[in-house]
């Protein structure tokens, strides 16, 4: 449930994404079974991670090779959506500069705030599951999002998990 008392309107866009990476993994399901070849079952789920972004040149480059660096055992990094706010400074660039086909940058040409930057990044995520991201955090392990995931993975009913923050000297 949302924190604030939404409209129906922003309410509707809350809960589509949900719906569409539901039906994002019946439609591999079922090309898959065009093929015949895949078990269900052992099919990956995809992750997509979401970053909205204003101002983080200094910050976008390290936390998008820590999330490129993440080791998955059960689920496939399908995405990373990074969303610019319209920043001013070379954040656009450096996402760019990364040169990997999973990492795609969305710009916003006036600012949207964080609320709306975040509602645009869920409308284009296709994967399974998804993880939102502020810029300007720091990952530490290779398997720091494996373990945020984990109990949505585990448990069929969780339908959301968070992470403890500690702020590094």
Known sequence: QLAAQPGAVERDIAHRPIQESFANLAKRKATAA????????????????????????????LLLRAVLAQRFESVELAEILVCSDASIDGTVDRVRAIGEDRVRV????NRLGANETQNRLLRKAT????????ADIAL?????????????????TVGIAGARIECLP
């Open 127 to 134: 994967g399974d599951i998804i993880v939102l991201l502020n």
């Open 106 to 109: 969305i710009e916003n040409t």
């Open 140 to 156: 530490v392990g290779e398997d720091c999002l494996g373990r945020l995931i984990a109990p949505l993975l585990e448990d069929v």
């Open 34 to 61: 065009v093929s015949g070849s895949i078990d269900f079952n052992l099919m990956k789920k995809q992750v997509s991670v979401l970053i909205p972004a204003y101002n983080e040149e200094q910050n976008i480059e």
